[in-house]
């Protein structure tokens, strides 16, 4: 595997399900971001962790939960979601410290609340 | 407040150029990106300017004016394969990517 995957890449959930999203890249990267992209919007940083610490967190509702037990890995946790949090997932990653920051992205997970 | 402007829509012939603009205002700014995100797919890196000028890379070059807070993103020759939303972000003080909504480029025979 290379880059960043997701899993899955497809998600149907009911409003009082608890799912989890996976994120995993493979480039040696030590910052990584969930982001919440919505039909016409701007991509919305929802999480940000570096070196494994949560850095920014842009008051997003607790139903959305974040882990991330190394650099290599990263999840979402969802409960007791809303139909209005339906969207594609999408997980990134960068190396802190380099001055473009350039940031490398999943294929994302598309959520569908019912 | 942090702000990106980039048009929702552009329509464009094959073999043809396009200019697609964008308009950016960050608490400070560490530099600008563009990326390329085709239906259903990840985004994917373009370019990076964070000085003034032009950047050529290929078919696509992107140009760089800090002081008008503007950048555009240029695509010649273009292929159906060109066909896909072009996203516009300016990395603010904080090293964060303020994001536009981004445009979403037709490509017609």
């Known amino acids: 595997e290379t880059g960043v995957t997701q899993t899955p890449r497809h998600l149907v959930m009911g409003m009082t399900n608890k799912k989890s999203l996976k994120c995993e890249q493979h480039?040696?990267?030590?910052?990584m971001y969930w982001y919440k992209q919505s039909a016409k919007k701007p991509l919305e940083l929802m999480f940000v962790y570096n070196f494994k610490e949560q850095t920014e967190n842009n008051s997003v509702p607790s139903r959305f939960s974040p882990e991330c037990p190394n650099s290599s890995h990263l999840f979402l946790h969802l409960h007791t979601l809303q139909p209005e949090d339906s969207a594609l997932y999408l997980c990134a990653s960068s190396q802190e410290g380099e001055a473009s920051n350039e940031q490398f992205f999943g294929p994302g997970t598309r959520l569908t609340v019912l | 407040g942090q702000n990106i402007d980039q048009p929702t829509e552009m329509t464009a012939t094959e073999g043809a150029i396009v200019q697609i603009n964008c308009t950016y205002q960050t608490s400070g700014f560490n530099g600008l990106f563009w990326y390329q995100q085709h239906a259903g797919e990840a985004p994917t890196f373009l370019s990076y300017?964070?000085l003034d000028g032009l950047e050529e890379k290929g078919r696509f070059s992107s140009f760089l004016s800090r002081s008008k807070g503007y950048s555009y993103l240029l695509l010649k020759e273009l292929q159906m394969k060109d066909s896909a939303s072009y996203l516009c972000a300016a990395l603010d003080s904080n090293y964060q990517l303020i994001w536009g909504a981004g445009t979403k480029l037709i490509i017609k025979p």
């Open positions: 480039l040696g990267h030590n910052a």
């Open positions: 300017n964070v």
